[in-house]
């Protein structure tokens, strides 16, 4: 994937369609049966940074910056259901002996369900699911331009604290990690790591 004297991989821009569907499928098939049973919604949106397992990937692109809008439906004593998205990582880099420009994009939609341990104030928290990232890393070299646009199925766990200073509103921060190994060619790339995210939310 770090090579770009490799062929040229291409896949359909259908990909991003069924992603979507995937995406909307997911949320509907959450809510819908748990929404009469429901004790309460949180929604929220975090920002941060998420790091590269691969030495390799990290070297060209770096860490990154990432965001992630979600949505927890509680069913029955803290324990409830989820879905979010993650999005943000778009970095450039130059790649190979010649340092040919170059650009990785990763994100992904996530469905989980939670169990929240709620204090005075507080609520701490963990999480595990079923996440469909998306990667595509283009290199421009002007004889053989590469490519690769795919999906990968893969767990992801998470935990945190939420800080209610009044009844609707909270800070959250959390600590994610995304295990994210692919095989667009030959050789398997790793591009999991983790993730260290704050933001707000409301709860009804």
Known sequence: MTDSR???TGHPGRKKSAALAFALAALFALVLPVRQYAGRYDIYVLGGMRTVNSADIKNVYGNGAVYYPAVFIEIWKGLGLGAGYEGGYS???????YEEATTLKISGFE???AYELGLEHLGVFARAGYGNYGYKQFIDNPNLPYEIDDRKSTVVLAGGLKFLPVEKFFFIVEVKYVPL?????EDEVDLGGMRLLGGLGLRF
Do not use: S
């Open 91 to 97: 970095r450039d880099g130059l790649i190979g002996i």
């Open 111 to 113: 469905i989980f369900a």
């Open 6 to 8: 490799m062929k040229r």
């Open 181 to 185: 190994k692919v095989k667009p060619v």
